[in-house]
C-alpha cells in the first residue's frame, strides 16, 4: 500500500533467526538513499522554464504593471507590507521588535497580526539592494514561489519517484494553485506563506535519508526543518498549525494502517528514532522561543474566544459550503434570467485583481 516505504515485514522464522514461537515481527528497513531517484540538471532547467511561465501567469498583474499593483488590497495588504517593514526597521535597531508602531499605545501587540519571522532576512536583503517596501514584498513573493517550485519537484523526482512531467505538473499545482491567487487576490496574502511548506519536508527527508545510521547530515537536516517548522509558527501561525495539525493525522493514518510495522520499527530503531525525535525537539523548541515572546503577551490584550463564542461560529446546514453554493448558483440564475424591459442587468467589468460588479439599466 504504501511502497515508498521500503519496508518487508517476515517473521524470525523468515529471517533465519529461530525465533518462531513468539512470531516476533522484523522489518528489514532500506535506507531512503537507496531508495532515491537522482535528479538532473536538465530536469532543473526545464523547471524554472516550467516556473517562469507559471510566475507569468500567477503575478500577471504586478509584472505586467510593472509592478504598479501588487498582490492584496488597500486594507490588508498595505498592514502586510507594513509589518514587514516594521521588522526590517527593528532588525536595524530603528524599531522595537514586539511594538510596532501600527497599534500604538499598545505595546506587545505584534501578536495581533502575522509576524512574517521566516520573511524578514529575504525582505532586508532586498530593501538593502534599493527595492521600495511595496516592491521588495512583491519580489519577495515571487523568490518564494521559484524556491517552493523547486523543493516540490525535487520531492516528486528524487523521493516519490514519479514521471518528469507529472513532477513538472506537480511543482507547479502545488505552487500556482488557484485558490492561492484568489485569496491572495483579495488581500490574505499571508497564505502564500505556504511556500515554505516544500522546503521543509524536503530539508527533513534529506535529512533522514541515512536512517537507521545516524550521521551529521541526520542531526543538520533534522533540526533545520524542525525549526523552520517553529519559526512558520512565527510567520504564519494559521499556515503552520494546518500543516502540523496535516501531519499528525497523516501519522495517525500510518500508525493505524502499518500498526505491526511501525512497532517492529520502532522496536528495532528505537535508538536512532530517538535520538532524531530528541534533536528535532530541541530544535523546535528553541526556534519556538519567538512564537511565545510574540503571542503570549497578546492574550492580556486580546483573550482567547469562550466556548459558547465559539459555538457561535460553528457550521451549521444553513451556512455550510455546499448551501451558501447553491444559494449563490440560484440567485444568479434569479438575476440572468430577468430579461425584462427596464430591470437591472450585472454587468461584470474585469480590474485588475478580481472583478467589479455594477448595475447596468441598459434595456
Known amino acids: 500500500m504504501f511502497p515508498a516505504l521500503g519496508a518487508q515485514r517476515k517473521t524470525m522464522a523468515d529471517a533465519g533467526e529461530g525465533l518462531n514461537q513468539a512470531g516476533v515481527d522484523v522489518v528489514i528497513w532500506v ?4 531508495r532515491t531517484q537522482p535528479v538532473r540538471w536538465s530536469l532543473l532547467a526545464v523547471g524554472v522554464l516550467a516556473w517562469a ?6 503575478f500577471r498583474y504586478p509584472l505586467f504593471s510593472s509592478f504598479a499593483v501588487i498582490f492584496g488590497e488597500r486594507g490588508d495588504g498595505r498592514m502586510i507590507v507594513y509589518f514587514h517593514e516594521h521588522l526590517f526597521n527593528a532588525l536595524r535597531g530603528k524599531a522595537q521588535f514586539v511594538s510596532p508602531g501600527f497599534f500604538y499605545p499598545v505595546p506587545d501587540a505584534l501578536g495581533m497580526a502575522p509576524a512574517f519571522l521566516l520573511n524578514i532576512v529575504p525582505y532586508a536583503i532586498l530593501r538593502d539592494i534599493g527595492c521600495d517596501p511595496f516592491l521588495a514584498f512583491q519580489l519577495l513573493l515571487v523568490v518564494l514561489s521559484l524556491v517552493c517550485f523547486v523543493a516540490s519537484l525535487v520531492i516528486a523526482t528524487r523521493y516519490l519517484q514519479v514521471r518528469a512531467w507529472i513532477a513538472l505538473c506537480a511543482a507547479g499545482l502545488v505552487t500556482f494553485a488557484n485558490n492561492l491567487s484568489i485569496k491572495a487576490g483579495v488581500g490574505h496574502t499571508n497564505f502564500l506563506l505556504l511556500y515554505y511548506v516544500p522546503c521543509i519536508v524536503a530539508i527533513a527527508l534529506w535529512g533522514v535519508e541515512d536512517f537507521p545510521r545516524i550521521v551529521p547530515r541526520t542531526i543538520a537536516g533534522v533540526a533545520v526543518a524542525a525549526a523552520l517548522l517553529a519559526l512558520l509558527f512565527s510567520t504564519d501561525v494559521y499556515t503552520a498549525w494546518m500543516f502540523t495539525l496535516t501531519l499528525l493525522i497523516a501519522a495517525g493514518a500510518v500508525m493505524a494502517l502499518l500498526s505491526r510495522s511501525v512497532a517492529a520499527v520502532m522496536r528495532q530503531h528505537w535508538r536512532p528514532l530517538t535520538v532524531i525525535l530528541a534533536v528535532g525537539a530541541i530544535a523546535f523548541a528553541v ?12 492574550r492580556s490584550i486580546a483573550p482567547l474566544r469562550s466556548y459558547q463564542e ?5 457550521l451549521a446546514p444553513a451556512n455550510s459550503p455546499f448551501w451558501r453554493q447553491c444559494q449563490y ?6 438575476l440572468f434570467s430577468s430579461t425584462r424591459r ?6 461584470i467589468k474585469p480590474m485588475r485583481c478580481g472583478f467589479r460588479c455594477e448595475p447596468d439599466c441598459r434595456p
Open 310 to 314: 465559539y459555538l457561535l461560529f460553528a
Open 53 to 58: 511561465g507559471g510566475a507569468t501567469v500567477f
Open 31 to 34: 535506507p531512503l538513499r537507496d
Open 287 to 298: 526556534a519556538f522561543i519567538p512564537f511565545v515572546l510574540i503571542y503570549v503577551p497578546v
Open 329 to 334: 448558483h440560484r440567485r444568479n440564475a434569479m
Open 342 to 347: 427596464g430591470h437591472p442587468i450585472i454587468s
